[in-house]
């Protein structure tokens, strides 16, 4: 009765630095082989732990620039040290034709790049429970010095302060909940009136319509002037 529109969702996952957001996506990717995650192409060195095509597209900063050229991100940013970060086009377009639903895990400069090209898209925002809870989170790690705990300390405080420019907030203070959550929005969304694309009825539910109306009004007749 209801044809609902094909097309998949952009969705948007962002949040501040230790919220958990890597974590929440890779539990929802567990859970649907209709959501993918988009990967992004980067122009720094490639770490020993992670692949190519994987964790991300490692290319030549030359390449990155070429592809820069050609219009092939639809976001794209310069970092601290120079490397370059975006998020490929053709490979979001083509998955979204088919239906699936496509996360993007990035920033929020990144995030409002996409939103001005494509309004339609779905934005979350990860928070941790607290501020004090970021600062555990990015002690625990113990990869970093103090000067760096300070700085990510810092850009959390910055990121938080984004969280209106997104349509959802979930707070990440238990794994599975704001799984849940997520998975809520994101059904929520595909339910909207505006994604429905046809709406039809068919003959047999015609022939119920009218035998309802002979047997409720008998004596009604449509008089035309």
Not at 163 to 187: F, G, P, R
Request: include cysteine; hydrophobic fraction near 35%; glycine fraction near 4%.
């Amino acid at each position: 009765m209801i044809k609902t529109k094909k097309q998949g969702s952009l969705i948007i996952i962002s949040g501040t630095t230790c919220a958990g957001k890597g974590t929440v996506i890779k539990k929802l990717l567990e859970r649907h082989n209709d959501i993918v995650l988009s990967i992004s192409y980067t122009s720094r060195p490639k770490r020993e732990s992670e692949v190519d095509g994987v964790d991300y597209y490692f290319v030549t900063k030359e390449e990155f620039e070429k592809k820069i050229a050609n219009d092939d991100f639809l976001e794209y940013a310069q970092v601290q040290y120079g490397a370059y970060y975006g998020t490929p086009k053709a490979e979001i377009i083509k998955q979204l034709d088919t239906g699936k639903d496509v996360i993007l895990e990035i920033d929020v400069q990144g995030a409002k790049q996409i939103k001005e090209k494509f309004p339609e898209t779905i934005l979350i925002f990860i928070m941790a429970p607290s501020m004090e809870e970021v600062k555990r989170r990015i002690e625990m790690r113990g990869d970093e010095n103090q000067e760096q705990i300070i700085s990510r300390f810092k850009r959390a405080y910055q990121e938080i302060n984004q969280y209106t420019n997104y349509n959802y907030v979930v707070v990440n203070d238990d794994l599975k909940e704001s799984v849940d959550k997520v998975e809520a929005i994101l059904v929520s969304e595909k339910l909207r009136v505006d994604r429905i694309e046809e709406l039809s009825v068919e003959n047999e539910e015609e022939m119920i319509h009218e035998l309802l109306m002979e047997k409720d009004f008998p004596n009604v007749r449509i008089q035309i002037q």
